[in-house]
């Protein structure tokens, strides 16, 4: 591995030079094992410990199939869905890894005791499997999550159609969290030059989620002026809801739960923000009564910023808590977009005010191959920019994930993998001076 790491760090290496250079037998990954899948049972969803399941194990090296890449991984991001396979809800994932390994004698690679997770990566490419021209040994790059076969026509039009779609890292082995990753080679897509490895590796999963769900047509089709309320709006997915709102000339009103999570709102340049807690909503009175006059209160404030208008788009994740509010609140003919179910997936809402108003809820999962290759060329051209806030070290990624399972973080938590220390594989020093203090709005905070 060492190497590896010193052709990375080198400037003279040359794409021969990778290709040359041997491959280890093992590699060092984040798993999770099929044998404790049971080890949460009975505890409170909260009380599920990602300290307790995460590992740091050495594993083999895969072997190499058409069409595919190994990737040496320099910095990955803990995204939600890692929490989720680290506590194993709402199923554990190696019921995924099980499906796909029955897909192919190719696939079986997949169906092991252990799952390496993670969806996000930048690092160098090491070997590209047979049929791969675009990409060679030596190039520095970043990928998305979307794992499709493409052999039926039904994800011709739209990639995330597919009936064989799959994210890499959750319901793929071989993921981010690790030295090494192996990827379609359709996943991979250029570096960002300005940005370190961390801070390319962090937006990846949840930009390219935002841009489906709130700006592409697939999503809720944003356009300017719309009134846009977006939960969690200083969190991973909203970090980027937010920043496209503004850049795309519409009205963020940002939801957050602190005055620290406000201020950051406040500094990407959002001005409408309510702080959830400090307001004190009480969407539910009891576990399966909801209280239709705290939606009120809430339209009515979400007024005062709109000088009396209703919400156009709701970027809508926590799921259960929120929904009924967010039926509410948008106006007639406006959209609900949903990707998620934080606090539990079973919604309620009143009926009556989404067909009587005409509304839409819209479905809305990561992004089909065209639009995560958008998403990562708006951060590549310094309109939309990395959200980082702390990075951690392969060892601590249980502590990552906990932080990101326990809301105790801010946009995104980064994972240093190869690299040896932040702050590493910028090459385009001129463009980063430009944005240096959008890139580092949420470090450290
Ligand atoms: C990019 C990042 C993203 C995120 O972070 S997202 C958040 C994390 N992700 C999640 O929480 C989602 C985790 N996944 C799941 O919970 C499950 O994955 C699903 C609920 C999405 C699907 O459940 P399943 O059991 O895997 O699949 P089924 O489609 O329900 O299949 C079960 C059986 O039901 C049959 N079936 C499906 N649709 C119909 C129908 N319309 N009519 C009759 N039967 C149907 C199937 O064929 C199959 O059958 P047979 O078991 O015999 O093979
Ligand atoms: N389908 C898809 O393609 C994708 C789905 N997801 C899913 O989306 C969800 C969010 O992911 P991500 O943004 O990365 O996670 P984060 O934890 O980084 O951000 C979510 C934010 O939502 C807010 N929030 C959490 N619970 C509640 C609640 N009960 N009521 C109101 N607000 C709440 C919090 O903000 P605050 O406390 O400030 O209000 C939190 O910061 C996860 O469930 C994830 O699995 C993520 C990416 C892609």
Not at 326 to 346: D, H, L, W
Request: glycine share 10%; net charge negative.
């Amino acid at each position: 591995m060492k190497d590896i790491l010193d052709a990375i760090q080198s400037p003279d290496s040359t794409s021969a030079d990778f290709a040359a250079l041997p491959l280890p037998e093992s590699y060092r990954a984040i798993t999770v094992h099929k044998d404790e899948t049971e080890m949460f049972a009975g505890l409170e969803t909260r009380d599920k410990d990602p300290r307790k399941s995460i590992h740091l194990d050495d594993v083999a090296l895969p072997e190499l199939g058409p069409g595919e890449a190994l990737v040496a991984v320099m910095a990955s991001s803990v995204n939600y869905n890692s929490v989720w396979t680290s506590i194993f809800e709402p199923l554990s994932t190696f019921g995924f890894l099980e499906r796909y390994g029955r897909l192919s004698e190719l696939t079986k690679r997949h169906d092991l005791p252990y799952h390496i997770i993670g969806s996000d990566l930048a690092g160098v490419v090491l070997r590209t499997g047979p049929g791969v021209n675009s990409w060679k040994p030596g190039d520095e790059v970043v990928a998305h999550c979307l794992s499709v076969e493409l052999e039926s026509s039904d994800g011709h039009n739209d990639t995330m159609l597919d009936p064989e779609q799959r994210i890499w890292g959750f319901e793929t082995n071989f993921g981010g969290l690790a030295e090494i990753a192996l990827v379609k080679s359709n996943q991979l897509m250029p570096k960002p030059g300005h940005l370190s490895w961390e801070e390319a590796a962090a937006p990846g999963l949840v930009n390219s989620t935002a841009y489906r769900q709130l700006v592409s047509r697939n999503g809720a089709g944003m356009k300017q002026g719309d009134n846009v309320l977006i939960w969690g709006a200083s969190g991973g997915l909203g970090s980027y809801a937010t920043q496209f709102a503004l850049a795309g000339g519409a009205n963020p009103i940002c939801v957050v739960s602190s005055p620290q999570k406000a201020e950051i709102c406040r500094s990407m340049g959002a001005e409408a923000i309510i702080d959830r807690n400090a307001e004190g909503y009480k969407f539910w009175k009891d576990e399966s009564t909801q209280d239709p006059k705290e939606w009120k209160r809430f339209g009515k404030r979400i007024r005062e910023f709109t000088g009396g208008e209703d919400i156009d788009i709701v970027f809508e994740h926590p799921g259960r808590e929120t929904f009924g509010a967010s039926v509410f609140v948008t106006r007639k003919g406006g959209t609900i977009t949903t990707c998620a179910s934080t606090s539990g997936y079973m919604h309620e809402y009143d009926n009556r005010y989404l067909w009587m108003s005409l509304k839409r809820i819209i479905g809305s999962h990561f992004a089909n191959y065209r639009e995560a290759w958008e998403a990562n060329r708006l951060i590549a051209k310094g309109k939309i920019h990395p959200t980082l806030s702390k990075v951690y070290s392969l060892e601590e990624t249980g502590q990552a994930a906990f932080d990101v399972h326990r809301n105790l973080h801010q946009g995104k938590v980064g994972v240093l993998c190869l690299a040896p220390e932040e702050g590493l594989g910028v090459r385009d020093e001129e463009m980063r001076a430009k944005h240096i203090d959008a890139i580092n709005r949420f470090r450290n905070i």
